[in-house]
């Protein structure tokens, strides 16, 4: 863009133009490659949220996990279910 800016104020300036060398070709192969480099950034910009929200997805799923592992692990050590199991009697 600053580019095509600085191509027009030239143009404007001096009254010659940079337009007339190009061809239609050359014209069209730069309009493909620009369009190319959009697609593939769009591409990518999107595969990007896509994996953090995938990311998200399995820390939220590795949290819960984590979480559940610990509790159960605290019930089984601190917690009895029978009386029978306790070593002292009441």
């Known amino acids: 863009m600053i580019v095509f800016a600085a191509t027009v104020t030239e ?3 001096t009254g010659n133009s940079l337009f007339k060398k190009l061809d239609v070709e050359g014209l069209s192969e730069a309009i ?4 190319a480099a959009m ?3 769009a591409i990518f910009a ?3 949220i896509s994996r953090n929200r995938v990311g998200r997805i399995f820390t939220v799923s590795c949290n819960s996990f984590i979480d559940s592992l ?3 692990i605290v019930d089984g050590l ?3 279910t029978k009386p029978s199991d306790w070593s002292d009697d009441l």
Do not use: K, M, P
């Open 11 to 13: 143009e404007i300036v």
């Open 46 to 48: 999107w595969l990007t």
């Open 39 to 41: 697609g593939c950034a």
């Open 32 to 35: 493909g490659a620009g369009l």
């Open 70 to 72: 610990v509790d159960q």
């Open 78 to 80: 601190f917690y009895d």
